[in-house]
């Protein structure tokens, strides 16, 4: 079958860093995609990987192994608005998205 | 300026009743999509349309129907509502009709509709 997995939740300090990590098993891969979701709101676009390494995008960067099935969404500077939850998704051999079921992450003062 | 709207945004009725949920994209993008978000915040693709093809994810019940009457618009229609089906209902819409693997197959969510059923 197919699985993602992350945390279920992580908590960190403001002006710290994180790491959130997600692992992946799906039937063939055609892409990653990090989301953010706030309480109550739609989920919003926050980086896509294709090719392994390291993407940095402002504060935020995503890294991606394909051979390990593994990826990580850094967080930088941490704010207060980064209390969230972060969605993991997997794009299969059928373009088809498979989504993992998010890491809250809280961060305290 | 909103690129993904829907209506309503809360929605509460009774058991057994049939209710409607109206998706709009303004971006110009090819492909919509229907998704349910349970109390469990897990993510569950229920159909994704664009003009020629219609994908139904198998799980879905056929109470739930999508209607499309054009490029811009992805109605869900809901048949004799179940207490299960009480959740949130995000619409989401990409820019291609056929999947590249690029970012183009970034999809962009509206803010979604709470569906209870008493």
């Known amino acids: 079958g197919q699985n993602i997995d992350q945390p279920t939740e992580m908590t960190a300090t403001e002006g710290a860093i994180v790491q959130i990590n997600c692992t992946y098993q799906?039937?063939?891969?055609?892409?990653l995609f990090w989301y953010q979701q706030h309480a109550g709101e739609a989920p919003t676009f926050l980086s896509y990987n294709v090719l392994d390494g390291l993407e940095e995008k402002g504060r935020f960067s995503s890294f991606l192994s394909r051979s390990k099935g593994y990826s990580y969404l850094l967080l930088k500077e941490l704010q207060m608005k980064d209390s969230a939850s972060y969605l993991c998704a997997v794009q299969d051999s059928n373009y088809q998205l498979i989504w993992g079921a998010g890491t809250k992450l809280i961060i305290k003062p | 300026d909103t690129a993904v709207s829907q209506t309503p945004k809360y929605l509460v009725t009774q058991m057994g009743n049939d209710k409607s949920i109206k998706c709009e994209q303004n971006l110009g993008h090819d492909t919509m999509y229907w998704y349910k978000q349970d109390s469990k915040k897990f993510l569950k693709i229920m159909f994704s349309?664009?003009?020629?093809?219609?994908?139904i994810n198998e799980t879905v019940p056929n109470r739930f129907s999508p209607k499309s009457p054009d490029k811009a618009h992805l109605n869900l229609h809901i048949n004799s509502l179940e207490l299960g089906d009480s959740a949130v209902y995000f619409c989401?819409?990409?820019?291609?009709?056929?999947?590249?693997?690029?970012?183009?197959?970034?999809?962009?969510f509206g803010p979604g509709t709470r569906l209870t059923v008493l």
């Open positions: 799906t039937s063939g891969f055609n892409g």
């Open positions: 989401a819409s990409s820019q291609e009709s056929v999947a590249s693997g690029s970012t183009t197959d970034t999809q962009y």
């Open positions: 349309y664009n003009n020629k093809e219609l994908i």
